[in-house]
C-alpha cells in the first residue's frame, strides 16, 4: 500500500473542483498530462487517506494505491501487490472461493506466480470478487498513479476489472504521462463511466508564487518571468531551473538559461535524433525572436535542416510560416548547447536579415562583444525605441549594452546610458539591476545631471523606509544648484521626506520652491506633480480642488510616473468627497492606459489605489482582483510589499474572506514595523482592528486601533475619509466597555468630518453613534436614532456603508426584542450585500438572520451535512477535505459558514446546537 502525502497547491482550484465533483457523482477521473505538469500532485490533494470518512453520505471509503514506475514496469502484478496486498492482511478479508484466493496470492508473491492462462483468467475473477466483496461493505477508491508504467499482467487485470463492475460502488482515479500532441491510453483502466481532464499547464503569476515559496520572497521578476517562459508553466520544470539559476546566479538576459540535468533527460531524446544539416536551422531558430521559415532561409541556414527538426519533433512549422519548439526548454537546450562562435554566427546572420531596429541591435549586440561606439548608439536608439512600445525591461537590457559596448575613453558616456538602464529597469520592476546600474552611474558619472538623477532613483527604490535617505538627498541638493529643472525635482523630494517626517510645514515649503523652479524651467510633468503633492498636504476640500487640478492637467501629458501619480491621487480624492462615480472612471481609464505601456512601477501603484476605490464603490469582486493583482507585482518589485498587503487585506474585508483579510493584516502591520513607515502603519493597525472586529474579538480590536488612532493624531493626518474605519473604533470601544473613550472618539471624528466636509463618513458614524446609545440607554433608543438615519438616506457613495447600517439596525431591533423589524432590517442588508457581493458580511448577516429564527432554520445543505457528521465523529479538517474531495479552505469557508449561522464559536458549540435541534 502507498500512503498519501500532504501537499500545498498553488493554480489548481478549478481542476480539484471539476475532478471532485465528478468523483462525487460517482464517476472515474483521468487526469493526463506531460511529466512535471502536476497529475501526482492533484491526486493526492483529490485522494483520501485509506479508510479515513465518508466520500459521499452513504459510508466510509475504502481508499487503494498503486505508483508505478518505470525501473519496475516489468515486474508482473506489482501494481496488484501495491493494491491489494495489506488488504488480505486486514482482520476480515472477503472471503474468495479457494481456486480463487490461490490464483490470487500468487499474483501478489504469496505463492507461485501464476504461469498459464488459466491461472492468469482465475487472477482477474480473484480480483473482480475482490472488490465486489471490499465494496459490499463500502465504497472503494483505487487509486492508479503514472499508469503507463503499470506492468501489463496487472494492466491486464483492471481492464478485466473495469468493463465487468457495472453498479459496483468501484471508482478510479488515475494519472497518466502523455507527451505533448498525444492522447490518453489508460482510460480502460477505469470503470465507466470515466471523464478524462488534462492538466493545464499553470500561469505565470502562479509559476512565480511556487518560486518564491520554494527560494524566498525576494526572486527578481526578471528571472521568474524568464523560468516561466522556459517552463511553458510546467511547475516541476519550473523549480528544477529557478533552483539551478539559485545555485549558479545570474546570467546574461541574451545569454543561454542553464538546464539541469533532470530536465535535459526528458527532452534529449528528440535532439539526438537530429541530423547534423538539422542544427543550423535550430539554432537560427532558437536566436531569433521570431523565427519563421523565411527568416530561417534567408540567414543561409539548411532548409532541409529544418524539415529533420520537424520530423524529430522539436519544432512545428505553421501554415503561415512560423516556426515554434514544441517546448519552450528545448529552444533553451539548443541555445545553451551552441558554442560560442556557433552563437555569433546565427546572431551575425539574423543581424542582416531582420528589419525591426530593436531585433536587429539585440543581434547585433550578442554578434560581438568588443567596444564599438557605433554600436552603442544603435543599442540606445534600440532601448529608446523598446520604452516607447511598451517595454521596459527590454529597455534596460539594451541600454545596458549599449553602456558595456561604449569605449573606455568615453566613461561619462557610458555612466548616463547606465543611468538610462537603471531608469528602464526601474519602470520594468527589475530592483536589483535598477540599483545595480544606478550606482554605477553614480560612480562613474561626471556630470552633475548624471548624479544628481542616479541619487533620487536610488532614493526610490528605497522603499517604505525613508529614514536614511538624508544624505543622498543632500548631495543631490548640492549638484543641482543653478539648474531648475533639477531644482525642482529636489525640492519635491525633500517636500517628500519631511512629509514622511509629519514636518507639514517645511513639506509646504519645498512644494513651493519646486513648483517656482518647475515654472520656471517649463517643466509640465514635475509641476503637475507638484500641485498634486500639494493637494495631499494641503487636505480637505482645498487640497481636493488642487489634486482633481493636477490630474485634469495630466491628462493631456504623456503617460509618465507624474502623470500617472497625479491622475490616481484625482481619483482618490474624488473618492474621499464622495464622487465615486468620477473617481471610478478615472482609476479605470488610468489603469487601462498604464496595462498598455508595461510599466510595471506606475502599474502596481494604479492597482494599489484602484482596490480602495472599486471596493468603496461596490464593486467588491473586482476589488479583490485588483488588490492580489498589485499584492503579486509589489512582491516582485518593491523592496517591502506593506502598501499592498493592506490594500489586499481592505479588499479581502470587503468582498473575500475574512480569515484572508485576517492573514494579510498580519503580514501588513509585521511589514510597515520593519520598515519604521509610520503613515501605511497607520493602515495596517486599522485594519487588523477591523478583521478583529468582525470576528468578535473587540478587546484586540480596541488594541490595534488606538495605536492607529495615537499615531494619526502624531502625525496630522486627520482626514476620516482617507482610512474608514472610525465608526469601527467607536463601536469595539463600545463593546469593550469603553464608552466614555468612544463618545470622545466619535465627537473628535465628526467635528473633523464636517471640518473638512467629509460627508461620506457620516453615515458611518451616525452608525457607531446608534450602538453607543443603545449601550448607554436602551437598545429602542438607538433603534430610534439609526432608524431615523436609514429612513432619510436612501442611497450613498459608498454602498457597503448603507448596507452595513441597515446590518447594525437589524442587530439592535433583535437586542430590542422586536424580531419582525430586526428580520426585515436583516434581510435588506443581505439583499444590498449580495448586491455588491460583500461576502464576508453577507456570512455575518445571514448568521443574525439564523440567530434571530433559531438553531431549526439551518437548513444544511449535503455538503454541510457531511461536513457536520464528520466533525461529531471527530475528523480534522484535512480529513474533511479528503473525504469530500474539497480543499481544506473549503472546507474551512462552510464550517466558518456555520459557525456565523448557527451563533456558535466551536466545533463542540456546533454539535451542541445542531444536537438540540434534532431533538426538539
Partial sequence: MVTSRPVTLVGRGELLAQAGAELAAGRSVLLWGPAGIGKSTVIDALTPASGSSPVTGSGPTLVLRAAAAEAEADLPYLALVDLFDGVLDGPTPPPLPPHLRVALDGALLRSAVPATPQDQLAV?????????????????????????????????????????????????????????????????????????????????????????????????????????????????????????????????????????????????????????????????????????????????????????????????????????????????????????????????????????????????????????????????????????????????DLAAMAAERTPRETPDVAAVRRLHAAQYAYHAGAEEEAHRYASAALRDAADRRTRVNARLLLIDLVGQDQSGIGPLLDAAYGDAVDEPDLLANVHLYRAQKAWYDADRESAMSELKRAAESAEQCGDAERLVEVVSWQGTVLGGPAGDELAVRAGDMAHDLPLSEETVDARHMAALRQLFAGQVADAERRIDALRDAVERTGTVRELMRVLLYAANILARAGRCADAVAAGHACLRLYLDVAPTPGPALIAAATAEMYG?????????????????????????????????????????????????????????????????????????????????????????????????????????????????????????????????????????????????????????????????????????????????????????????????????????????????????????????????????????????????????????????????????????
Avoid at 545569454?255 to 538539422?278: K, W
Wanted: overall charge neutral; charged content about 25%; proline content about 5%.
Fill in 656 to 920: 473575500g474572506s475574512v480569515a484572508a483579510a485576517a492573514d494579510l493584516a498580519e503580514r501588513a502591520l509585521a511589514e510597515s514595523l520593519s520598515a519604521g513607515d509610520e503613515d501605511w502603519l497607520r493602515g495596517a493597525y486599522a485594519i487588523g482592528g477591523q478583521v478583529h472586529q468582525m470576528r468578535g474579538d473587540s478587546q484586540a480590536a480596541v488594541d490595534l486601533m488606538r495605536q492607529c488612532y495615537d499615531l494619526e493624531q502624531r502625525l496630522s493626518r486627520t482626514d476620516p475619509s482617507v482610512l474608514l474605519w472610525h465608526a469601527d473604533f467607536v463601536e469595539a470601544l463600545v463593546a469593550a466597555g469603553a464608552r466614555d473613550e468612544a463618545a470622545d472618539v466619535l465627537a473628535d471624528v465628526r467635528a473633523r468630518a464636517h471640518r473638512l466636509d467629509r460627508t461620506v463618513v457620516l453615515l458611518g458614524l451616525d452608525r457607531a453613534e446608534a450602538v453607543l446609545v443603545a449601550a448607554t440607554k436602551e437598545a429602542r433608543d438607538g433603534v430610534t436614532f439609526l432608524r431615523g438615519v436609514v429612513d432619510a438616506c436612501t442611497e450613498h457613495p459608498y454602498p457597503l456603508e448603507l448596507a452595513r447600517a441597515w446590518h447594525t439596525l437589524g442587530v439592535l431591533e433583535r437586542r430590542a426584542h422586536r424580531r419582525a423589524a430586526a428580520r426585515v432590517a436583516l434581510s435588506e442588508a443581505v439583499r444590498r450585500y449580495e448586491a455588491i457581493g460583500a461576502a464576508p458580511w453577507l456570512e455575518i448577516a445571514e448568521a443574525e438572520l439564523l440567530r434571530l429564527d433559531g438553531a431549526r432554520a439551518a437548513g444544511l445543505s449535503d455538503t454541510e451535512r457531511r461536513i457536520v457528521e464528520l466533525v461529531r465523529a471527530g475528523s480534522t479538517n484535512r480529513e474533511i477535505a479528503r473525504s469530500l474531495f474539497l480543499s481544506i479552505k473549503a472546507v474551512e469557508a462552510n464550517l466558518t459558514r456555520l459557525y456565523r449561522r448557527l451563533g456558535v464559536r466551536n466545533r463542540a458549540q456546533l454539535a451542541r446546537v445542531l444536537d438540540t435541534t434534532a431533538s426538539d
Fill in 124 to 396: 482477474r475473477l480473484a480480483v473482480l470478487e475482490l472488490l465486489r466483496g471490499l465494496a459490499a461493505e463500502r465504497p472503494v477508491l483505487l487509486v492508479l498513479d503514472d499508469t503507463q508504467w503499470i506492468d501489463e499482467p496487472s494492466a491486464g487485470v483492471l481492464r478485466f476489472v473495469a468493463r465487468r463492475l457495472g453498479p459496483v460502488p468501484v471508482q478510479v482515479v488515475a494519472a497518466e504521462r502523455v507527451a505533448q500532441g498525444d492522447s490518453p491510453a489508460r482510460a480502460d483502466l477505469c470503470p465507466t463511466p470515466c471523464v478524462e481532464l488534462g492538466v493545464p499547464p499553470l500561469t505565470q503569476a502562479d509559476v512565480s508564487d511556487i518560486l518564491r515559496h520554494r527560494f524566498g520572497a525576494g526572486v527578481p521578476r526578471h528571472r521568474l518571468q524568464r523560468v516561466y517562459t522556459a517552463s511553458g508553466g510546467n511547475p516541476m520544470f519550473a523549480v528544477e531551473l529557478g533552483r539551478t539559476l539559485q545555485e549558479r546566479g545570474e546570467v546574461s538576459p541574451t545569454g543561454p538559461l542553464p538546464v539541469p540535468d533532470r530536465l535535459r533527460a526528458l527532452l534529449a531524446e528528440r535532439l539526438s535524433r537530429l541530423s547534423t544539416a538539422g542544427r543550423s536551422p535550430l539554432l537560427i531558430a532558437a536566436a531569433a525572436a521570431r523565427p519563421s521559415r523565411d527568416l530561417i532561409e534567408r540567414s543561409g541556414a539548411d532548409p532541409d535542416g529544418l524539415a529533420d527538426a520537424i520530423e524529430a519533433g522539436v519544432v512545428t512549422a505553421a501554415l503561415d510560416g512560423a516556426v515554434r519548439f514544441t517546448h519552450p526548454l528545448l529552444r533553451e537546450m539548443v541555445y545553451a548547447d551552441a558554442r560560442t562562435e556557433e552563437l555569433r554566427w546565427a546572431h551575425g546572420r539574423l543581424a542582416q536579415v531582420v528589419a525591426d531596429p530593436v531585433e536587429r541591435a539585440r543581434h547585433l549586440a550578442a554578434a560581438s562583444s568588443a567596444p564599438d561606439e557605433d554600436l552603442a548608439r544603435t543599442l540606445t536608439d534600440a532601448a529608446a525605441t523598446a520604452k516607447l512600445r511598451g517595454a521596459p525591461d527590454a529597455a534596460a
